[in-house]
């Protein structure tokens, strides 16, 4: 397809979404730019941890996770991918390569620009012991050949964060980039906390940056789109502490000051 008529459909548009999502399954290996989980190693070098875990969830599936048990000494984890059933479920993606094997016509899904699709984000203990987590969530564009750019804003890639229910926003140590959160309640062993995301969609004014170029004779004008051909990116990191001295812990791991109520919830200074 010609590069300069990316933006000109939704299908085009919908090769974008392809583009970022491959860009994350890619990056499992390298460990770098897919969705992680992961334990404190700072606060974990001062006490030794036993059965303590976390587990990213997304749209209620397990995404990433990193466990440890203290039996055997060993971490349990897997890094997932997010975004992979953004335009469809796992069942039809099923049905269109079922169809393709038998040379049927298939009409690849398309990403509509503005609209919100689900992306529901929360944590799970999977550990043995009581926790306190934080997330920092990670919005990006990169460019045709993978590097990261500086120039187009992390706000075109709309997250609808939900804060009305025991999550806060750290807002001095978040970026346009990058978003922390912490919950504020205690997170007991097996429970889930509630969303921190629900929704997400590109800004449509993605679309409308172009440049336009008059030849020397003035009879053709040739139209380029700004952000053809550019990939956004969507990570997220998940921090757990144990409860034991929970204020030294976060202030030795986050590097933040907690005050911690009679109920167990806590209020970040």
């Given at each position: 397809m010609n590069k300069k008529s990316k933006f000109r459909s939704q299908m085009?548009?919908?090769i974008l979404l392809v583009a970022a999502v491959l860009l994350l399954m890619g990056s499992v290996a390298?460990?770098?730019q897919a969705a992680l989980t992961y334990f404190s190693e700072t606060y974990k070098a001062r006490i030794l941890i036993y059965d303590i875990g976390v587990t990213l969830v997304e749209n209620e599936k397990d995404i990433s996770w990193r466990d440890y048990t203290g039996a055997d000494d060993k971490w349990d984890e897997h890094t997932g991918v997010l975004l992979e059933y953004m335009l469809e479920t796992e069942e039809e993606r099923e049905a269109r390569a079922a169809a393709r094997a038998k040379d049927e016509k298939v009409t690849?899904?398309?990403l509509i620009l503005g609209k919100a699709y689900k992306e529901e984000l929360t944590v799970r203990n999977s550990g043995n012991i009581d926790q306190y987590v934080r997330?920092?969530?990670?919005?990006y564009w990169n460019d045709e050949e993978g590097?990261?750019?500086?120039d187009v804003s992390p706000s075109l890639i709309k997250l609808n964060f939900l804060t009305?229910?025991?999550w806060i926003i750290d807002e001095e140590a978040s970026t346009q980039e990058r978003t922390v959160l912490y919950y504020t309640k205690m997170l007991k062993v097996g429970e889930t906390a509630p969303l921190f995301t629900d929704t997400i969609s590109i800004d449509p004014s993605v679309a409308k940056k172009v440049t336009q170029i008059t030849s020397v004779d003035g009879n053709v004008?040739?139209?380029?789109y700004d952000y053809d051909g550019l990939e956004f990116v969507l990570e997220a990191e998940v921090d757990a502490v144990q409860t034991h001295n929970v204020k030294d812990a976060i202030k030795s791991a986050w590097g933040v000051d907690v005050k911690l109520e009679k109920d167990g919830?806590?209020?970040y200074k």
């Open positions: 085009t548009t919908g390298g460990g770098s690849e899904p398309e997330v920092m969530v990670y919005r590097n990261k750019l500086t009305d229910n025991g004008i040739t139209t380029t919830t806590l209020s």
